[in-house]
């Protein structure tokens, strides 16, 4: 089978992408890109002498499009992107060859505001990505769908018309049950898979699963959107299908490297006051292409009340979209054009079928029928640092570390983590895990031992807030270092007062926006120790929150990661903590991390504990008696062994 070929993008798109990078990405998060991607970090490989953002970026796409990895670092994007829906929109704008420049930016913007709040967008877009589906019949691509349940696909009847067939008594069967129906999740880039291929879930980057039996279907209604309808014909005629896919991929992980489940859209168990909705968005394959999505305004309900009219742009292949609220309510399942007054003259409209009505019609009709309860808040853990299953980089263990970077993103009071482990063994491991439960949209500033030792504290400062992409206010002056004997003040309260200004004055303008992390890095060989730069600790304390009877400034929108090579002299500073110099408990962590790789691999039965320990047991046990010089820290190895077992595993 020939390659595909390599996609290609013009010049002005791989110059947005920079600009959009640089606006978007502090230096450390391209450092993450680059390195998910590339398997180097250009920030490392440039010695830190790429200043600038935008030519750092710039750097970066270079070196993307040189690999032929553009696509792969859009996928990348996409999925990390959890709660960065203005990112994920700005990206889909660029694929499409919209200029990413001021006066395109504000209008994508006021595209979805005032209307549309921010949070609610942001956890919305990533969401609904991942639940909506082309659906193919034989082979070829038809429409659309979505998952209602973990096995449960809704798409229009009239999409899958030439497999089914309406009886005498009404109801509706498989015309041909041989006939093969595939669900194609996460097609997000051109070209389209090749459904014909065997191995055509691992070419694509798609996720292809088959129809396994129709659960019910409710017939098309004849000239639907042509002409008015007042009848009962359309209270009975809803244009629509439900199949049984042949596994639970809602219940699964959309991504393979682990992490929240894919989940589903849920139907409502209540009717919906569709006059109240203002805003919708519609998402949708258009004529077989990668997914896409598209924002307006809902008119009105038709004639029969059955129907909901809005105006969104859709085309052929659009039927069987999810039609939802800003917040990703489900309201409609699209289905047709609307050609029929009283449409308003010269508005473009098109329609969905009210879910609400449809959920009461499965309800009535699907003996022992129940509404699939909502997954949104289910999740697995991830096991590996990348979704790439030919390169992972699995996870043992560091629970205790995912807990308290969840605990201290969701509590304002708590500010601080520390970690402690041996060197050259854990801190980069544990920058690159940060990046992975917090997702790419959160900025990450990085200083070095050699930073800690260099930089004096009002430099500092500076590079801080470089590093987080935020500009000081040109009419609030940095404070300037006073003599000698007034130094203290101006490092516990003068500079972290200035600094948290700043902050606060950027969190202003950037609602939603979560808080940012900076990781201090003061790890060094045994015997080896950082002698800090002069009152550079005591700026440190003050900017995390050390508190003392006089003086305490608050900065809430930063959180702090401290990693060394042995316990800090931090005083009394509340901090969480994690040592895994102490922390042992490889096997069971290494047993829970190849059953967590054996399912992104679609293997439904578990493995058995007790031998995946022994397994683990044998690897350290033959690892120790090696020379001092030539072992393996103990995750590295184990984590290895997860990478090797599950190549084998795949290759069978």
Known sequence: MNALPKPQFAPTQLEDLAKLLSRTFAPGNLSWLSTVVLGKDILRESGNSVGDRLELSKLLVRELDAAGAVTKALDVLDSESQRSGYLVAWLEEIRKGARFEPDNLQALINKYEPFINVDDFNRMLPRLQGVVCAVAVDSRLRGTGFLIGPDLVMTNFHVLLEGLQATDTGAVELRNPR????????????????????????????????AADLVYASVRLPGDGLQQHLNGDASRMLDYAVIRLSQAIGGKPSRSGGGPVRGWLKLPDTGRDYLRERRIIVFQHPDGAAQQMDIGALVQLDSSSTRVWYSVNTAKGSSGGAAVAPDGELLALHNAAVKCPPAPVGVNLNQGIRIDLIADHLMSNVQ??????????????????TDDLDNPRPIIGRRLFREHVTRLMGTP???????????????????????????????????????????PPDQFVRVLLDQLGISSDPEDSMPAAPPTETRERWLAIDLPSWVARQLARHAATQPGELASWVVIDVTLPAGEAVIWQAGLRDLVM???GARDAATFVDIPQLRWLFLSSSPMPLGTLPRLEEDLKNDTRYRQDFADCMQLAWRA?????????????????????????????????????????????????RRR
Request: charged share 25%; net charge neutral.
């Open 601 to 649: 691999i679609d293997k439904d039965k578990l493995l058995e504990s007790d031998l995946l320990v022994s397994v683990a047991d044998d690897a350290l046990e033959d690892n120790e008696k090696r020379p001092a010089a030539q072992r393996i820290p103990a995750r590295k190895l184990l984590a290895t062994k997860v990478s090797r077992l599950l190549s084998g595993a």
């Open 179 to 210: 006939l093969k129906i595939q669900c194609v999740f996460d097609y997000r880039r051109e070209p389209p898979p090749d459904l014909t291929a065997a191995n055509a879930n691992k070419t694509s980057g798609s996720v292809i699963v088959d």
């Open 413 to 455: 009071r708590e500010r601080a983590l520390t970690v402690v482990g041996d060197y050259g063994t854990f801190a980069r491991f544990s920058v690159a895990l940060l990046q992975r439960i917090l997702g790419n949209h959160v900025v990450i500033a990085r200083f070095s031992p050699t930073n800690m030792q260099t930089i």
């Open 542 to 544: 003050a900017l995390v």
């Open 368 to 385: 022992g029928w129940q509404l699939p309860g909502d997954a949104t808040l289910e999740s697995q853990e991830f096991w590996s640092l």
